[in-house]
């Protein structure tokens, strides 16, 4: 398939640890974030979201946490499985008057190693 | 239940032809987003239709115009291609008013300007 990034930041974990993708926002009036993955071929896929009003949230084998003071949200994926090799993207939703648009970060890519 | 289909998956263009790319939303969704994803970034939000108009639109020149069909399908042309529109093309279908979970992606259409 094809590759959707081929210098991002990469992620090397082995599987069955633990994995944490860090993102960074700019715009302190955001108040809803998603996560998304997106395989080599394919569309982004939604894993977990979540309000300001939030601090954590956690889906199955997926967490996210939010701190607002310094701006950074994280994706925390249990037991890392080689299907969870892919890129992932933060992504700010900049609300319903807006269009609920999606603004995308630069992405990781996670790479499982048997 | 088919997702957003859109069409062709692959293209190639010479610089100055002109384009159209083709989407078909998920069952249920009536609102369309258009984003151009670059190799190594995150997508970025092109233009918004629903009710057959542009609604929202993101820092894309004019040579960038879409419309809808009363069937909720949409249409992305681009004139006067660059080399840096070479991209994938996602298509995002949402029920308006709705994001995150709401938006479900096509696979794109990888456009290459030669």
């Known amino acids: 398939g094809e590759s959707v990034g081929l210098h991002l930041p990469t992620l090397s974990v082995q599987e069955g640890d633990n994995s944490i993708i860090n993102c960074a926002y700019s715009?302190?009036?955001?108040?809803?974030f998603i996560w998304y993955k997106q395989e080599s071929g394919k569309g982004p896929q939604f894993i977990i979201d979540i309000r300001s009003n939030m601090d954590k949230r956690q889906g199955q084998r997926v967490t996210v946490l939010l701190n607002k003071t310094v701006k950074h949200l994280s994706l925390q994926i249990a037991a890392t499985q080689p299907g969870d090799s892919a890129v992932y993207f933060c992504?700010?939703?900049?609300?319903?008057?807006?269009?609920?648009?999606?603004?995308f970060g630069g992405g990781t890519r996670v790479l499982v190693k048997p | 239940d088919a997702g957003v289909t859109q069409s062709p998956t692959h293209l190639i263009k010479t610089r100055g032809q002109q384009v159209t790319l083709r989407c078909s939303p998920k069952?249920?969704?009536?609102?369309v987003s258009w984003y151009q994803q670059a190799l190594g970034q995150g997508p970025q939000f092109i233009f918004q239709?629903?009710?057959?108009?542009?609604?929202q639109r993101g820092n894309f020149p004019d040579r960038f115009s879409g419309h809808q069909f009363p069937n909720y399908s949409s249409e992305l042309n681009v004139n006067a291609l660059l080399l840096g529109d070479s991209a994938l093309y996602l298509c995002a279908s949402s029920p308006l008013g709705q994001g995150g979970d709401g938006y479900t992606f096509g696979s794109g259409t990888r456009l290459t300007v030669v």
């Open positions: 239709y629903y009710e057959e108009e542009e609604r």
């Open positions: 069952s249920g969704h009536d609102t």
């Open positions: 715009n302190s009036a955001s108040d809803y």
């Open positions: 992504a700010e939703n900049k609300g319903k008057a807006a269009g609920n648009k999606l603004t």
